[in-house]
């Protein structure tokens, strides 16, 4: 619920609670074409990776509302967690090539499972319309702008380059989702 305090059409609310998280990441890459060194030529290969993760922790926000004429308001929010997470990635690698002139195919399979803490921060910008009908119904619609930001959850396996090849090395990338929601509601 929202409370007002910073003027007659503007109420602020502070909310905490949990945060789950469930994300699935998928990576397929053919190369084709090649290259050549000294020692070898790679004439083809596939990668596939996975990155499957779960998590829970603590989530604070604060949330806003400016109420505007004919039953629109302004909203903002904002919220940060703390997330405990399971990480489970997989990689696997095929490739043709050939070492001193001679054919081979290479198979490489990596998997890692392990628990981590992650945070996560979380924003919303939107219009909402609500109206408000009989003594304790109200319909509201809502278009916002929505972005979540994981810290290093992108952990699939990749190699580093060409010249360190099959050396392996973690990325630590960021994750951000984001882009317009819309929602309806009808609250009693």
């Known amino acids: 619920a ?26 397929h890459a053919a190369y084709k074409g090649g290259f050549s060194d000294l020692n070898g030529t790679m004439i083809t290969s596939n990668a596939q990776a996975k990155s499957n993760s779960w998590g829970l922790g603590p989530r604070i926000g604060i949330g806003s509302r400016w109420e505007l004429p004919k039953g629109f308001s302004l909203l903002a929010d904002a919220a940060a967690a703390f997330a405990l997470s399971q990480i489970d990635t997989k990689r696997k690698d095929f490739s043709v090539g050939s070492v001193a002139n001679i054919l081979q195919d290479l198979t490489t399979h ?9 945070p996560l921060v979380e924003s919303k910008i939107g219009l909402q319309w609500a109206w408000c009908f009989g003594q304790f119904r109200r319909l509201s619609l809502e278009t916002a702008y929505e972005a979540q ?40």
Do not use: C
């Open 2 to 27: 929202y409370i007002g305090g910073l003027s007659k059409s503007l109420y602020l609310k502070l909310h905490a609670g949990l945060k789950a998280v469930f994300i699935n990441q998928l990576l």
């Open 149 to 188: 930001l994981y810290w290093e959850q992108n952990m699939m396996t990749r190699y580093a380059d060409q010249p360190a090849f099959y050396s392996l090395f973690n990325v630590r990338g960021n994750l951000i989702l984001q882009g317009l929601s819309l929602t309806a509601s009808l609250e009693y």
């Open 110 to 118: 990596v998997e890692e499972s392990f628990w981590v803490w992650r």
